[in-house]
């Protein structure tokens, strides 16, 4: 296959990819939310000219070529924009073959047992659990996140006392249900206040501790996990990580009991089954980080349909425009459906989805294409 042109159609906050190939087949995909605009400039500046005309079987050598060429720039934005070439190429091989992209990579179509993911810390506790309440009666959820601490917060809370009183609301409120309950911590502590209350989450049932310390600080997560290994409660992490030597680092550290990389931070689905795969020879399941409704979620569907150290849950935002207004309207039909508590993987080709026309209209729009 060889692609001779790449289009971006962006915002500040999202964008989507369309590639077309030498023989006129096209494919859909995404760069990374956040300062999307940005990441588009990368895309064509520093992916194009090293795909444009060039034969694309081997997707992951591919993108070891491109990291090559270039080699001064490494990190999140190039990966970044990466991953909007890679995801679009997954697009069209499904269309090609008549397939979803989890059948490609070895999964089938179906259901994934989602959780509730909340993105909010300015929210009231009580408030929390009444959302949490409305969402299990509407949609089945039977688990839950929440955010303690501040987000890269060096020890501080959102405000005194906030942690203290939302854990033990949650686990008060659901404490004779059948849920399961999970905390984010977004790089909060250190490791002795995050290990105090890695012991307050177990001490109320909770069983899984995202990101407790500076996630670029592996050897302190690894301290954290080493402490928590006797109590019921998972130290997890790996978001934001998107270099695959650290991702090698992490996993043989052991500095965290599953990973979560982001697929749209890390570079796409290749990249993502690399460390997939990686986490699988180490005996750690992947429960990937996916925190709004652009495409990232439905990437992340399609990974945990196909891969075998698939992790209990697909996190699913609960967040809608008052939170993310850039995510209303971007399809013409939404993937995203939970019935049951469940999200489901259908049998369409490629990731099955058709952009908004009106969205399409609004953003800005750049081409790059092989030129002779």
Avoid at 237 to 265: S, T
């Amino acid at each position: 296959m060889k692609i001779t042109r790449i289009e971006t159609f962006c915002n500040r906050y999202v964008g989507f990819t369309r590639i077309t190939d030498d023989n006129g087949a096209t494919g859909w995909g995404q760069i990374s939310t956040y300062h999307s605009d940005i990441t588009a400039q990368v895309l064509h500046r520093q992916i194009a000219p090293w795909t444009l005309g060039r034969e694309i079987d081997d997707l992951d050598d591919h993108l070891n070529f491109i990291a090559e060429r270039e080699h001064k720039f490494p990190g999140s934005y190039m990966c970044r924009a990466m991953g909007g070439l890679d995801t679009a190429v997954w697009d069209l091989r499904g269309k090609l073959a008549g397939l979803p992209v989890t059948a490609l990579i070895g999964g089938t179509p179906g259901k994934i047992r989602a959780y509730a993911s909340s993105m909010k810390r300015d929210i009231p506790p009580a408030d929390e659990v009444e959302r949490f309440r409305r969402l299990r009666g509407e949609h089945g959820f039977d688990a839950f996140k929440f955010r303690i601490g501040a987000e890269v917060g060096r020890g501080h809370d959102e405000w005194e006392g906030r942690t203290e009183e939302i854990i033990a609301t949650v686990a008060h409120a659901f404490r004779s249900e059948d849920v399961a309950l999970l905390v984010d911590a977004n790089s909060c502590y250190a490791p002795a206040q995050a290990i105090a209350y890695g012991h307050m989450l177990a001490d109320h049932g909770i069983s899984h501790y995202e990101e407790p310390c500076p996630y670029w600080e592996l050897q302190q997560t690894r301290a954290v996990t080493e402490a928590l290994s006797d109590l019921d409660i998972d130290v997890t992490g790996g978001e934001q990580d998107c270099m695959i030597p650290v991702w090698r680092q992490m996993i043989d550290l052991r500095a965290v009991d599953i990973v979560q990389p982001d697929v749209m931070y890390l570079g796409g689905m290749a990249r993502t089954l690399r460390v997939a795969r990686m986490a699988a020879e180490a005996g750690l399941p992947v429960t990937p980080h996916c925190a709004n409704l652009s495409m990232v979620t439905l990437f992340t569907m399609h990974l945990l349909r196909a891969i075998p150290n698939a992790g209990k849950y697909l996190e699913f935002s609960i967040e809608g425009e008052d939170y993310y207004p850039w995510q209303s309207d971007l399809f013409v039909r939404s993937p995203y459906h939970i019935e049951d508590g469940m999200a489901e993987v259908t049998d369409a080709p490629g990731w099955g989805i058709e952009i908004q026309p009106d969205w399409l209209a609004r953003s800005t729009y750049q081409v790059s294409e092989q030129q002779g």
